[in-house]
């Protein structure tokens, strides 16, 4: 199985401040052959399912806000809120689809500071 | 807009059979290349995916589960189902179905979760 690893496990930012999460892929997660990063990004506020933010590593989903970007290759990826609003409080997952089993981080709680 | 909306027991006792379905809105379940899966979290922890079926190309199942899983599609009720065997205190926790877009894992669509708790 691919292991996912996120740091930090919980972060602080203060509103309108940038905040960065940091994905961690035991293997590769870029396919050779499409040359495209099998790697998505999730927003999970409590009691809610999670909500898809990014996927293939750098591509917005639709009606989310331009403030969350998603970059890296390869093993290492990060997920970049640019200005903290007060709504982005949340767990925050990357999940990998590049193999079955598909795998996710183990979340990152962020926070107002 | 697909809609996802899990039904089922909320208690199953130890030993027993787990059995959810998901009913898919707004949409076919069986139009576009799509993935549908169940996807589970206990408590507190992180994400599980249990497994997915997709009309052109069958199932596929988290190894750690294969043995105890069935998730079957019934294209009729625009319904999946999943079903769990030989269930224990560890398999407690919310079960989600989520929808995979474009033929890949990418879980654009989710329902709101269903808590099964295992107990006697």
Known sequence: ?113 | QVQLQESGPGLVKPSQTLSLTCTVSGGSISSGNNYWSWIRQPAGKGLERIGRISISEGTIYNPSLKSRVTISIDMSKNQFSLTLRSVSAADTAVYYCARGKDGYSIFDQWGQGTLVTVSS
Request: aromatic fraction near 12%; proline fraction near 4%; include cysteine.
């Open chain 1, 1 to 113: 199985d691919i292991v996912m690893t996120q740091s930090p496990d919980s972060l602080a930012v203060s509103l309108g401040e940038r905040a960065t999460i940091n994905c961690k892929s035991s293997q590769s997660v870029l396919y050779s052959s499409d040359k495209r990063n099998y790697l998505n990004w999730y927003q999970q506020k409590a009691g809610q399912p999670p909500k898809l933010l990014i996927y293939w590593a750098s591509t917005r989903e639709s009606g989310v806000p331009d403030r969350f970007s998603g970059s890296g290759s390869g093993t290492d990826f990060t997920l970049t809120i640019s200005s903290l609003q007060a709504e982005d409080v949340a767990v925050y997952y990357c999940q990998q689809y590049y193999s079955n089993p598909v795998t996710f981080g183990q979340g990152t709680r962020l926070e107002i500071k």
